[in-house]
């Protein structure tokens, strides 16, 4: 029963992310990553670039979300503290390598 709830909350999870990481790879405007806040395509100097690498920085977050996933599919615990030690990383990591990202790609 444990595993079935894990699957149910964690494949959701994990597809929403790999999801936005593929939209934001392909968006042809720039993508945001605040919440309500918008970038200007006048303010970043290569586009797509610069969603592209946005993209990966989603998509290796909802990598960590696969591999916390399985292995809580099938060792249990192991996935939870898998899921917990990524989530402590890759929280305030996400804004500060986003912060980079922006600082590269915007027009000076």
């Known amino acids: 029963m444990g595993n079935t709830v894990?699957?149910?909350i964690m494949i959701p999870v994990s597809l929403l992310f790999t999801?936005?990481?593929i939209y934001a790879w392909k968006r042809k405007k720039p993508m945001w990553f605040w919440s309500g806040s918008t970038v200007e395509e006048e303010e970043i100097s290569d586009v797509k670039a610069y969603n592209r690498v946005n993209g990966i920085l989603w998509l290796v977050f909802s990598a960590l979300l696969w591999i916390s996933t399985?292995?809580?599919?099938?060792?249990g615990e192991i996935g939870g503290i898998c899921l917990l030690v990524s989530?402590?990383?890759a929280i305030p990591l996400l804004p500060l390598v986003?912060?980079?990202i922006l600082k590269k790609y915007k027009k000076k």
């Open 6 to 8: 894990w699957l149910i």
């Open 19 to 21: 999801g936005l990481g």
């Open 70 to 75: 399985v292995l809580g599919y099938l060792y």
């Open 87 to 89: 989530c402590l990383i």
């Open 98 to 100: 986003y912060g980079k």
